[in-house]
Every structure is written in C-alpha cells, then in structure tokens.
C-alpha cells in the first residue's frame, strides 16, 4: 500500500471523506475514486454504475467496485443528476486502478445546486482525514 | 479524532439463520458507521444449509433446478458482498469480522490476504496442507477449495466474510460452480484428515490465528450482552 506522501491528489479538484474525487468543468461535475481508495482496493475487477439520468442526494449510495472478493459502494458526493457514465470501464474497469483520475472517471453529474462544490473537501482537508 | 484502537469483541452465535445473522451484521455495520457503537465485532458461527449468490449473482453456476432445493428446503439467498455463489452448512465455520478497516488503516486487499492467512495457517495447525492458488482467491487444498471468501464495504466498514470447510456434508457443493467455477472440487477438513478435529477446536485456532496475524486482541462478548450494545 501506498504511504499518504506517494498518493497522488492533485490540487485542482474536491474531495470527500468516503474518497471520492470531484471535478468542476462549466455546468458539469465529473466524479471518481481517489489515488487512496484505489490503493485500498487493490485490483479492480468490475465497476457498477448508474444510468444517465438517475437522480441521488449527497450521501447516497450510486455504485459499487468489486475488487477482489469484495464489493465496496460509492458515495454522492453531492446531490444531482446523472448525465453521462463511463462506458470504458464496462470493458476496462482496471483503468481505474492505473489512470483513476483520468481515463477511471466514473460519471458526469449535473449538480442540483451548483454551489455544493465549494463546500468539498480540499486536498489538505483531504489529506487531513487520511491521517486521521 | 480518537486514535485509540477499538476493542475487537467475538460473539459466538452457534448454529444461526442466514438472514438473522445477515440483519445482525447490518445492525452492527449501521451501528458502527453512525457512531453508535466503537468495538469492532467478530462474529462466528455456522448455517443452517443455505445457498448464497454474489453481488453480481451466480443463479447462472445453479447445477440443478430451483425446484430441486426447494424440495431439499435449501434456501438461494441473494446477497451485496463480492464473489459468486456458495454453500454455507453446518460443520462450516463462518467468521464475520464487521471491522473499521478504513479507521485501522488496512487496505481492502490486505484485509482479504489476511483472512486467507487466518485460514491457511488454521488448517497446517490440523495438518491440512492448504494453500493459496493462482486459480481464484480463497483456500485450497491441491485443486479443492476448502476456505472462500466474500466481503462488502461500507463507508470503510466490512461485512460478510470468510467460511472453512471442517466437516460438512458436500454434497450441495455439487450442485453449483462453486465461486462461479466450473470443473473445481471443494474439499474439508474431514475429507482430508480422515479424521477430523472437532468444529469447536478449529474455531478456537481460527480465533487464535486472526489475532496472530492481524494484531488484534479480542474480548468475548455473549449474544446478549451485543444486542444489548445496539
């Protein structure tokens, strides 16, 4: 496993305590699991995600990634709508494991109100709950 | 924060229904998340005979017709943690560890590595040469699975966990893929000794052999005195 100054968190995106990643591009949220949660996990053998257009509170479970023998759930980071999922990790659900905040996105969510964002967590508050 | 380590309680529940045990770890699991309640908990115990499906199912690895156990009054229950279908019986030892991995500080991947540790060094206790393979993940004994594992994470929570096979009736094991394999035998204890040690023993060397490895040390707690703590 990683040690918390080999992850990579870059600074120009939000954070959350259950590890997911957000990122603001106009309108439009793209969300993903962290460098940590990755690590944690371990090989990731499939991604359960919703469909465009399914609506979930903060908080609300929207997924899952099973790693090996287990299944762990995924976390709104705040409340919104569905747009778009990333259909590569039907066929490739290892891109999260090598590029999560890349090509491992998991979907694309319109905010229900837009300024949530900037009451995520930044990377130091990030790094802050990692070290407990 | 609180950095100290929570206690670790065991609870023995003996022969115990699926679900009752399913709806107790969610009590445990949703008790631990809101902060109601600090020790991690290990539960053990065995099943009556009950078929399991994965979070992604495994009706598809279902050998013969539902129809078929439901004569036998084998129930198919479906359940979130990850894997595919299995057989829980009595004579199988079922250890639920309902552990903040997130707060310990243990990644997902360990945590699985070290209940296939726990196993593998229960069974050369008893003279059971099992072993990891490359084959799937779980406990193996030459090309026969003897220990499984399946495991759900919430908000860093586990749930679900490991099952040995010490002395069981295998047969419904011939009734699936076990784990969604097909061409793969399962195995026990018993089977491979001959003559087995007896269910209680191995518990105890199961115990003793999680807290070698994970560090953890545990406090015996009755039924009574945890439904008390939720």
């Not at chain 1, 080999?6 to 603001?24: F, G």
């Not at chain 1, 962290?34 to 090989?43: F, H, K, M, N, V």
């Not at chain 2, 709806?23 to 309640?37: F, N, R």
Request: include cysteine.
């Amino acid at each position: 496993m990683k040690e918390i100054n080999e992850l990579n968190l870059p600074d120009d995106i939000k954070y959350t305590d259950d590890h997911e990643w957000v990122k603001k591009d106009g309108e439009i949220l793209t969300i993903g699991i962290t460098d940590y949660a990755q690590d944690q996990l371990g090989e990731i053998v499939f991604v359960e995600v919703p469909e465009a257009g399914d609506s979930f509170d903060q908080g609300d479970e929207f997924g899952t990634v099973e790693s090996v023998k287990a299944v762990s759930e995924m976390y709104m980071p705040i409340a919104g709508e569905v747009v778009e999922v990333n259909e590569a990790l039907e066929d490739g659900p290892e891109l999260v494991n090598t590029s999560c905040y890349d090509q491992g996105w998991i979907m694309k969510i319109k905010p229900q109100n837009p300024s949530d964002f900037e009451a995520l967590l930044d990377k130091a508050a990030y790094l802050d709950t990692l070290r407990g | 924060m609180d950095n100290s380590t929570p206690e670790k309680w065991v609870t023995d529940l003996g022969v115990i229904n699926y679900q009752e045990a399913y709806t107790l770890q969610q009590q445990i699991s949703l008790a631990k998340t809101e902060g109601d309640l600090t020790p991690d908990v290990i539960l053990v115990l065995e099943h009556p005979p009950v078929f399991t499906l994965g979070k992604r199912g495994g009706t598809e690895n279902l050998r013969v017709p539902p129809a078929f156990l439901k004569e036998k009054g084998i129930p198919v229950i479906p359940t979130k943690r990850g894997g595919n279908i299995t057989y829980h019986g009595p004579g199988q030892i079922v250890l639920y560890p309902i552990v903040d991995i997130s707060r310990a500080n243990i990644g997902i991947a360990d945590f699985v590595n070290t209940l296939e540790e726990t196993m593998i060094r229960t069974c050369q206790t008893f003279g059971v040469n099992a072993a990891r393979n490359p084959k799937n993940h779980g406990i193996w004994v030459a090309n026969n699975k003897i220990g499984s594992i399946g495991l759900s994470v919430k908000h860093g929570v586990c749930h679900h966990g490991l099952a040995l096979n010490v002395n069981l009736d295998l047969t419904p094991f011939s009734w699936i893929n076990p784990c969604g394999l097909q061409g793969v035998g399962m195995t026990s204890m018993a089977q491979d000794l001959g003559n087995p040690p007896m269910t209680t023993t191995v518990k105890t060397h199961l115990l003793d052999n999680l807290s070698h490895v994970t560090g953890f040390s545990f406090k015996t707690v009755t039924p009574e005195q945890l439904k008390k703590a939720l």
